[in-house]
């Protein structure tokens, strides 16, 4: 069903930035539903943002708007995760994930939507 490969993860203080990035490779992402997920410490994994198929429209939870920026090349078939102002509740793990829902669905959240997901990449804010 495809593989993902995830990296850019790392440590960074208080209002640091990173890049996550998400290599697919097998099947080309491009029209998929498209999200990366967060798994805090003790906690559920939550959608943090999505790009619906095409790359029309995202969406971003109400914690990283103006913060966070998605974004994807369908050349490389790689998405991209830009956090910027980075904060401390930013810490988790974050999965890439992409799934064949259409419209708004793509923003659900519901993580039996998504069909394929990366390993995951740690990101610790911490000062």
């Known amino acids: 069903q495809g593989q993902f490969l995830e990296a850019g993860g790392g440590s960074v203080q208080p209002g640091g930035s990173l890049r996550l990035s998400c290599a697919a490779s097998?099947?080309?992402?491009?029209?998929?539903?498209k999200g990366w997920f967060r798994q805090a410490p003790g906690k559920e994994r939550d959608l943090v943002a999505a790009?619906?198929?095409?790359?029309?429209?995202?969406h971003y939870a109400d914690s990283v708007k103006g913060r966070f920026t998605l974004a994807h090349d369908n050349a490389r078939n790689t998405l991209y995760l830009h956090m910027n102002s980075l904060e401390r509740e930013d810490t988790g793990i974050y999965f890439c994930?992409?799934?064949?829902?259409?419209?708004?669905?793509?923003?659900?959240?519901?993580?039996?939507?998504?069909?394929?997901w990366g390993q995951g990449t740690q990101v610790t804010v911490s000062s």
């Open positions: 994930a992409a799934g064949r829902q259409r419209g708004i669905a793509c923003y659900s959240g519901h993580h039996g939507d998504f069909d394929y």
């Open positions: 097998g099947n080309t992402i491009r029209d998929y539903c």
């Open positions: 790009i619906v198929p095409g790359g029309s429209l995202t």
